[in-house]
RNA sequence: GUCCCCAUCGUCUAGCCUGGUCCAGGACGACGGCCUUUCACGCCGUUAACAGGGGUUCAAAUCCCCUUGGGGACGCCA
């Protein structure tokens, strides 16, 4: 049997890293068995639900790289299917009407717990025989006794006693489906055969099954992966820095660190750590998903992020810089000259943010470069001064204008004045980058360029 | 409060199912060194963990129980 898997987003907040790492582990189960992936945006709540939002989770979707087959399903399209279900429940005397208010319910809740039991709905209305009217809900008619057991293709067997759920609500009173009811119908008729969440979902699985139950529906496998927790073990939020993955994106990630990063927080396969995108579609297993939370490490994207960088293919990279070297008002420069500084820059990035932040050294117009003031005031001193003058006269001279024989044409100046080396590269540093790290001196004027170089050194 | 789940270096994890090969391996980080014109890269090394307590067994990180700690869920949200 082919396998079906499902990622269900709700429009009500951008697709944070733990939604997009049970979708990246959707997809993998799919795609590597050359199965389908179908996208659902639960939208069932159409007060909290933005379509804004739904844009930006394709989007990064998108990104990352999964793809989905054919057209996202829309919840909020599928009402009349969804009360369908809910009628033939009704007809079947497995769900009934009930008239309390929200307030009742809430009072019956703060009743139990009081009594150190589980806050529930009482069934009060069970047995009334009510009609449909005003206010009223629909609800399941859940099993008393016994217990129901979800058996987790990830966490193992886990069982719940029935008497724990209770009679949950399936149609509002303004006649919407609630989220357990669209999840059924719609896992069913959409044909999931493995339904991959976040472990928030597990105490939502029993209901569901019990919905399942009393449809006479055959039951999708289930699978619950953990939490992605912050820095302090709490659940990952806002305080936590960044937790969307646009935010990634527009730190300067690349879409293979961030599909890395994610995969190995929970997965493993052995001590590998770098993965392709098809290294993963081979590789990957649930049997080996973890079954605890794991902390997100930023440190470790960054590492994952800098050796996608280093391995990124100049072309590529001149087009995932494009946007970061904008939005630092640098113009734009030819390919060729691009491709003579980006490999130097590529292993002294760790985002593209850095990389972008780095290029303004070639990028900048000669008269435009910003000059670090406590650089200059070190090392652009008097006494230097005539020495780099000089070497500008040598430089000038140099052919061709190569790091290699820029540097011979330097040391043999040094030599004639009895200078070290140490003496002048960094004052030369400065003068052509307007600061005390950068590449290569001699490779930093050749990618540079004559032209350009010596204009830099004249200004000081 | 009630229910459910989880527990190996600071972090991600291997090992656990099928006890001995584990005085616990890899990676990130941190620290130190090499390289070196700066900053990086790279290379080498160091640091650091089986939550605690009981069992079972010749033998337990691995199996069982308890405790503690952590997380999640208890909506006419999803």
Same mark, same amino acid.
């Given at each position: 049997?082919?396998?079906?898997? &499902?990622?269900?987003?709700?429009?009500?907040?951008?697709? =944070?890293? !733990?939604?997009?790492?049970?979708?990246?582990?959707?997809? #993998?189960?799919?795609?590597?068995?050359?199965?389908?992936?179908?996208?659902?945006?639960?939208?069932?709540?159409? *007060?909290?639900?933005?379509?804004?939002?739904?844009?930006?989770?394709?989007?990064?979707?998108?990104?990352?790289?999964? +793809?989905?087959?054919?057209?996202?399903?829309?919840? %909020?399209?599928?009402?009349?299917?969804?009360? +369908?279900?809910?009628?033939?429940?009704?007809?079947?005397?497995?769900?009934?009407?009930?008239?309390?208010?929200?307030?009742?319910?809430?009072?019956?809740?703060?009743?139990?717990?009081?009594?150190?039991?589980?806050?529930?709905?009482?069934?009060?209305?069970?047995?009334? !025989?009510? !009609?449909?009217?005003?206010?009223?809900?629909?609800?399941?008619?859940?099993?008393?006794?016994?217990?129901?057991?979800?058996?987790?293709?990830?966490?193992?067997?886990? %069982?719940?006693?029935?008497?724990?759920?209770?009679?949950? *609500?399936?149609? &509002?009173?303004?006649?919407?489906?609630?989220?357990?009811?669209?999840?059924?119908?719609?896992?069913?008729?959409?044909?999931?055969?493995?339904?991959?969440?976040?472990?928030? =979902?597990?105490?939502?699985?029993?209901?569901?099954?019990?919905?399942?139950?009393?449809?006479?529906?055959?039951?999708?496998?289930?699978?619950?992966?953990?939490?992605?927790? !912050?820095?302090?073990?709490?659940?990952?939020?806002?305080? =936590?820095?960044?937790?969307?993955?646009?935010?990634?994106?527009?730190?300067?990630?690349?879409?293979?660190?961030?599909?890395?990063? $994610?995969?190995?927080?929970?997965?493993?396969?052995?001590?590998?750590?770098?993965?392709?995108?098809?290294?993963?579609?081979?590789?990957?297993?649930?049997?080996?998903?973890?079954?605890? @939370?794991?902390?997100?490490?930023?440190?470790?994207? $960054?590492?994952?992020?800098?050796?996608?960088?280093?391995?990124?293919?100049?072309?590529?990279?001149?087009?995932?810089?494009?946007?970061? #070297?904008?939005?630092?008002?640098?113009?734009?420069? %030819?390919?060729?000259?691009?491709?003579?500084?980006?490999?130097?820059?590529?292993?002294?990035?760790?985002?593209?943010?850095? $990389?972008?932040?780095?290029?303004?050294?070639?990028?900048?117009?000669?008269?435009?470069?910003?000059?670090?003031?406590?650089?200059?005031?070190?090392?652009?001193?008097?006494? *230097?001064?005539?020495?780099?003058?000089?070497?500008?006269?040598?430089?000038?001279?140099?052919?061709?204008?190569? =790091?290699?024989?820029?540097?011979?044409?330097?040391?043999?100046? #040094?030599?004639?004045?009895?200078?070290?080396?140490?003496?002048?590269?960094?004052?030369?540093?400065?003068? #052509?980058?307007?600061?005390?790290?950068?590449?290569?001196?001699?490779?930093?004027?050749?990618?540079?360029?004559?032209?350009? @170089?010596? @204009?830099?050194?004249?200004?000081?």
């Amino acid at each position: 049997m082919s396998v079906i898997t &499902r990622f269900a987003p709700s429009p009500t907040g951008h697709l =944070h890293i !733990g939604g997009a790492r049970t979708a990246i582990f959707s997809w #993998l189960l799919a795609r590597q068995s050359g199965g389908t992936f179908l996208l659902r945006i639960e939208d069932t709540d159409t *007060v909290r639900s933005d379509a804004s939002m739904t844009e930006g989770i394709l989007a990064s979707m998108t990104w990352l790289g999964l +793809d989905w087959d054919g057209e996202p399903i829309y919840q %909020s399209q599928r009402f009349d299917i969804y009360n +369908d279900y809910i009628d033939t429940l009704m007809a079947t005397g497995n769900a009934y009407w009930c008239s309390c208010t929200p307030d009742e319910v809430e009072a019956m809740r703060e009743k139990a717990r009081a009594e150190g039991r589980k806050p529930k709905y009482d069934g009060c209305c069970r047995e009334r !025989g009510l !009609g449909p009217g005003p206010g009223r809900v629909v609800r399941l008619r859940a099993p008393l006794a016994g217990a129901t057991l979800v058996n987790d293709f990830i966490k193992g067997p886990i %069982s719940f006693e029935n008497t724990e759920l209770d009679d949950m *609500v399936l149609r &509002r009173s303004d006649n919407t489906p609630t989220y357990n009811l669209a999840v059924v119908v719609d896992d069913s008729t959409m044909g999931v055969t493995h339904v991959i969440r976040g472990d928030d =979902h597990v105490n939502n699985t029993p209901r569901q099954i019990l919905i399942y139950n009393a449809l006479g529906l055959p039951l999708p496998a289930f699978g619950h992966v953990p939490m992605i927790l !912050g820095a302090d073990k709490k659940k990952l939020s806002k305080r =936590h820095g960044a937790t969307a993955v646009f935010e990634y994106q527009s730190e300067g990630i690349l879409p293979e660190a961030m599909l890395n990063c $994610l995969v190995r927080l929970g997965w493993s396969h052995g001590d590998q750590e770098l993965f392709t995108r098809e290294e993963l579609l081979k590789s990957f297993s649930i049997d080996h998903l973890g079954i605890s @939370a794991s902390v997100f490490d930023r440190e470790k994207l $960054l590492w994952l992020n800098q050796h996608y960088i280093k391995e990124c293919p100049l072309e590529r990279l001149r087009a995932l810089l494009a946007p970061f #070297l904008a939005a630092r008002n640098l113009p734009e420069a %030819s390919a060729g000259y691009m491709d003579g500084f980006l490999p130097m820059l590529q292993p002294r990035s760790r985002t593209l943010v850095e $990389l972008a932040e780095q290029a303004e050294i070639f990028l900048a117009p000669d008269d435009a470069l910003p000059m670090d003031p406590a650089a200059v005031a070190k090392f652009l001193t008097a006494e *230097v001064k005539p020495h780099l003058a000089a070497l500008a006269e040598i430089f000038a001279t140099v052919t061709p204008f190569a =790091h290699a024989e820029l540097e011979a044409a330097a040391k043999a100046y #040094l030599e004639t004045n009895e200078l070290k080396f140490k003496a002048i590269a960094q004052p030369l540093r400065v003068a #052509l980058t307007g600061r005390t790290a950068s590449p290569g001196l001699f490779e930093t004027m050749e990618a540079l360029g004559k032209e350009k @170089a010596l @204009a830099r050194l004249a200004r000081v």
